[in-house]
Structure formats: C-alpha cells, structure tokens
C-alpha cells in the first residue's frame, strides 16, 4: 500500500514569490492534514480536511495560505507571498478515523527555504 | 500551544543501551501518542495508549502513562543505530477539538556505535 505521497521535496524561492505543495493522502483516509514544522520544533496543524471540508483552519495564516481538497482526495497548500518566516517543513498526513484517537500517517514533507 | 513537553531535548547513548523519554502534558486526555521521525523524513507513528490504560508494548518499545501526573515515558530497549532518530509525544485538544494533535518539540535520540 502506497504511503502519504507529497511533492515537490524541497523547494527555494525568492521572497514575495507563490509557492504550493501538493498531497495526495492514503487511499480511503478521509481527514488530511497540513502541518508545519520549524527546525527543531514539532509539527504544528494549519488544516484539517474532512473529506472536502475544511473543519479546522484556525491556524491557517488566511491573508497568505489557501489551501484545497478537491473531490475529497488530492490538496493544495498554496502560499502567497511567501515571505523569510515561511521556511519550514510542510508536512501532510491523513487518518482513517478521527485524528486525535487514532493513527496518523504522514508524508515525508517539503522543505521549503525562502530567500 | 503545545501541550506536551518532551524531556530531554537530547540525549546521546551507547548501541545497546536503554534509552527513556518523557512527556509532560497540561489538560485532560483521552490518549498519547508517540511518533518517531528519522532526519529528513516524516514522521511515524510508533505506538497509542488510552488513558485507561497504565503501560503497553510494542516489540523493543514499552510505553507508561500516568494520567495523575500527566506524564508519559518511552523505553527504548537494546536500542540500535537506526533508532537514532527525534522523538514526539502528541496528545489530542480536547479543548478546540478531539481531532487535533498537539505534538511536543521532541526528544533528539543519537545512538553510537
């Protein structure tokens, strides 16, 4: 069975430059995940899918990051502009239950380093 | 905000070893968690004990919870070279939302050959 899918792997960009991350969860995971992770920090939760429906964004920065899930499957993290403190780990993850009492599986990340 | 804390920071063994983690949480719990994550990857879920529940086992893994103490501890036993890796506790907030996990800032494990 295929993991967590991500890409790209690493990303540089020049600041006040878009950037989006793609995610494509286990097959059959309803809740998706963003999370990011500064160095030497653990993940922290920007979104919560449940199927298409975003139902936990309350750490989402709106005024740059957007995210989507279409179809209930693939999403877009998207930021833009991207400014120096974006750098970080992007990580998604997806569940089969309820994220918070059960397993959740998660994609090797994109590092994303802005200049 | 980060509900557990992970203690030590870092720690540094020799190949064989017992290596112990601990998690401190603040509120109320219905599980914790503990995810594993190699350099450079992401990270893996190693092991989930309930709060009704005092200690499991999971292969070289034995995982506590002492809910009185808010606290929680993972041994490692005979550890290896490729348990060098960060380590995460995560418990779910209650508060905003039993579906959000809450991960700690991790423990940074280096086992030496």
């Known amino acids: 069975e295929a993991g967590v899918v991500q890409s790209p792997r690493y990303k540089i960009i020049e600041k006040k430059q878009p950037v989006a991350f793609w995610c494509n969860p286990i097959?059959?995971?309803?809740?998706l995940y963003w999370y990011r992770q500064n160095l030497g920090q653990g993940p922290e939760l920007l979104i919560r899918?449940?199927?298409?429906?975003?139902?936990?964004d309350s750490q989402l920065p709106k005024d740059r990051f957007s995210a989507e899930r279409l179809k209930g499957v693939d999403s877009t993290l998207k930021i833009q502009p991207a400014e120096l403190g974006d750098s970080a780990v992007y990580l998604c993850a997806s569940s089969l239950g309820l994220g918070g009492a059960s397993e959740q599986f998660f994609g090797p990340g994109t590092r994303l380093t802005v200049l | 905000s980060q509900q557990g804390e992970e203690d030590p920071q870092a720690l540094s063994i020799q190949e064989g070893e017992n290596a112990t983690m601990n998690c401190s949480y603040k509120t109320s719990i219905n599980n914790l968690q503990w995810y594993r994550q190699n350099s450079g990857r992401g990270l893996v879920h190693l092991i989930l004990i309930r709060s009704n529940e005092r200690e499991k086992h999971s292969g070289r893994l034995r995982v506590t919870l002492d809910t009185s103490k808010k606290s929680s501890s993972l041994l490692i036993t005979a550890s290896r070279a490729a348990d060098t890796a960060s380590y995460f506790c995560a418990t779910p907030d209650l508060i905003q939302g039993a579906q959000k996990l809450v991960f700690g800032q991790g423990t940074r494990l280096t086992i030496n050959p």
């Open positions: 097959s059959g995971h309803n809740t």
């Open positions: 899918y449940e199927n298409e429906e975003a139902v936990d």
